[in-house]
């Protein structure tokens, strides 16, 4: 299998946590989209240019975080289940995976993007980060109840929340948030984390200013 991603793309990071909790092999392929010519060159293989992509043994290009996700999920026994066979679980997997998704990693991006624009998104920063607050104190509340985000086994939703706390902490006031400190404590000890984050300390250093806005 092939994996083209950004080490600074949560999404991608999101992908990388599950490759190495599956024990998967592949090859990394890291393309970097913000370069016109590395965007180019990936558009011609893949026309709507989007990260992370796989490509399996099989050929196939797979999109979409969760979907490879899955699929990952379904062709490699061995390691962690990231969706419980379990209907009912598998169902708070999902639906856990796309509030993270949509409610908290797609916010993120738009908070970078807003904090790296020129002054004058004081007023739309500051919505963005109260609804974002809003969505961190429901899901502190559920963590009560659950060890990892969907009861006492690492998922999917544990894949997609992991890489938007790292940001979140460091740039969001949480730390009254006693369960969602006490889940980011643990999940920055999870073998898999570990690994991403060491690509991750390694891209930021290349950075000429730090880490850019990436989806």
Not at 117 to 136: D, L, N, R, S, V
Request: overall charge negative; aromatic content about 10%.
């Amino acid at each position: 299998m092939e994996l083209f991603y950004h080490p600074l793309s949560r999404y991608s990071q999101k992908v990388l946590i599950a490759l190495y909790e599956k024990q998967a092999n592949f090859y990394p392929r890291i393309t970097d989209l913000r370069d016109p010519l590395a965007r180019q060159t990936f558009q011609q293989f893949y026309p709507p240019g989007k990260l992370p992509l796989l490509k399996t043994h099989e050929g196939q290009l797979l999109p979409e975080s969760s979907i490879i996700i899955e699929y990952l999920d379904r062709h490699f026994r061995n390691g962690t289940e990231l969706l419980p066979a379990e209907p009912e679980r598998n169902l708070a997997v999902r639906l856990f995976d796309r509030i993270i998704d949509n409610d908290i990693n797609n916010p993120l991006f738009q908070l970078e993007k807003l904090k790296h624009a020129p002054e004058g998104h004081e007023f739309e920063i500051k919505q963005i980060e109260k609804q974002m607050f809003i969505q961190f104190q429901r899901l502190d509340a559920h963590l009560t109840q659950n060890h990892w985000v969907c009861g006492d086994s690492f998922t999917l939703a544990d894949c997609a929340l992991i890489p938007c706390l790292s940001y979140s902490f460091a740039h969001l006031n949480l730390l009254d948030l006693d369960e969602l400190v006490r889940y980011w404590q643990q999940a920055q000890l999870r073998g898999a984390w570990m690994l991403v984050l060491e690509e991750v300390l390694l891209a930021e250093m290349e950075e000429d200013t730090g880490i850019r806005s990436i989806p």
